[in-house]
């Protein structure tokens, strides 16, 4: 299944699967997040969790392809965003299997993009989240979006210190940026 999505100024198409998350449209709070992130040519971006590549995808029609990173755990996934950066002409970008970020050996991200499984419970957030942490540049950012605000905001607040937090409808767009090289002090 092929679809199409408008996100801010770029226009992208994307192969999907049933088995995917959000397989009959781009999912709105990806989209909400794109909107809130401010993507800069010389930033190096993660994908985490890429899905079909939607994030990914749009951060390097934003930067530089070659400087973004897309990665999954679910083959089928990756094949799609494989297949899915040649149709939006970035193929550059690079796409590569990995259980949360065991299997990916880049680090020095300034922007983590994460729209994490938040139907499930919080294990695979949290492996995220600090684990996400060790690969952020000091001064770079995780953004995360789920539908859940008390849980991620506790857990990204212990981790790097702080959030800024976005809202709209039933999504919570959270920003946390690395400000040290340890996580934060729990007071």
């Not at 729209?115 to 695979?124: G, I, K, R």
């Amino acid at each position: 299944m092929r679809i199409h999505a408008l996100i801010g100024s770029a226009r992208l198409e994307f192969e999907t699967a049933p088995s995917l998350f959000s397989p009959k449209a781009v999912d709105r709070g990806s989209v909400f997040l794109l909107s809130q992130v401010e993507l800069q040519q010389t930033d190096k971006v993660l994908d985490l969790g890429c899905g079909y590549g939607v994030m990914g995808i749009y951060a390097a029609s934003q930067c530089r392809p070659e400087n973004v990173y897309l990665i999954d755990n679910d083959p089928i996934a990756i094949e799609l965003a494989t297949v899915n950066s040649r149709i939006n002409a970035v193929p550059a970008v690079h796409v590569q299997y990995s259980d949360g970020l065991a299997d990916i050996q880049e680090a020095e991200f300034t922007k983590i993009l994460c729209n994490p499984p938040y139907h499930t419970d919080f294990s695979v957030a949290k492996r995220f989240i600090e684990k996400g942490f060790n690969r952020l540049a000091i001064g770079g950012a995780m953004w995360m979006v789920a539908k859940r605000e008390k849980w991620y905001r506790n857990k990204l607040t212990s981790i790097f210190g702080g959030i800024r937090l976005f809202e709209e409808d039933s999504h919570f767009v959270f920003q946390a940026i690395k400000k040290r090289a340890s996580y934060a002090r729990r007071s």
